[in-house]
T-cell receptor
């Protein structure tokens, strides 16, 4: 069935360094790829998304890349800060708007 | 700004009790969802609804039912709560532009 794999499950990076979270998807019809950030005790919130007709999108320190051929997409956070500590979820949505979430990555920013 | 409100932040219920989790949204969205979130398992879809009185099973519907009598309200029902239903429950709506989640209800079944 449709599946989204997310790696790593836990990631620790030094403050100021970059963090990369990778996801792969199985349904080649997927055309929308959002990323959600969930801070401790709070709801998941959309931070960035990309559609299948775009290869890369950037918003300040956050960027997402998409490789449709390989069916994988990645979240890049540069110059990480303490407030980036959270759980990040990737997701893939197909033409029927069915969304499949990855299992999440817990990102720790070390002082 | 879409608001998705879940009526309870924390709930403690006894095994066998009937439990209602309420979710209300204020933006006239047609699509509403219930997920449960467990460590290491991510977000798993329980039920969703595309319109009033319409409901579809998600990936883990067993032990749950839902009710959508009004467009703005989507209720998740645990007919007879069990300890393995202890979890964080998240309601969400969806329109073009993405999902909006409620703050979650942490349910403990004892």
């Amino acid at each position: 069935g449709e599946n989204v794999e997310q790696h790593p499950s836990t990631l620790s990076v030094q403050e100021g360094d970059s963090a990369v979270i990778k996801c792969t998807y199985s349904d080649s019809a997927s055309n929308y790829f959002p990323w959600y950030k969930q801070e401790l005790g709070k709801r998941p919130q959309l931070i960035i998304d990309i559609r299948s007709n775009v290869g890369e999108k950037k918003d300040q320190r956050i960027a997402v890349t998409l490789n449709k051929t390989a069916k994988h997409f990645s979240l890049h956070i540069t110059e990480t800060q303490p407030e980036d500590s959270a759980v990040y979820f990737c997701a893939a949505t197909n033409r029927d708007d069915k969304i499949i979430f990855g299992k999440g990555t817990r990102l720790h920013i070390l002082p | 700004d879409v608001k998705v409100t879940q009526s309870s932040r924390y709930l403690v219920k006894r095994t066998g009790e009937k439990v209602f989790l309420e979710c209300v949204q204020d933006m006239d969205h047609e699509n509403m969802f219930w997920y449960r979130q467990d460590p290491g398992l991510g977000l798993r879809l329980i039920y969703f609804s595309y319109d009033v009185k319409m409901k579809e099973k998600g990936d883990i519907p067993e032990g749950y039912s839902v009710s959508r009598e009004k467009k703005e309200r989507f209720s998740l029902i645990l007919e007879s709560a069990s300890t393995n239903q202890t979890s964080m429950y998240l309601c969400a709506t969806y329109e073009r532009g993405g999902y909006t989640f409620g703050s979650g209800t942490r349910l403990t079944v004892v």
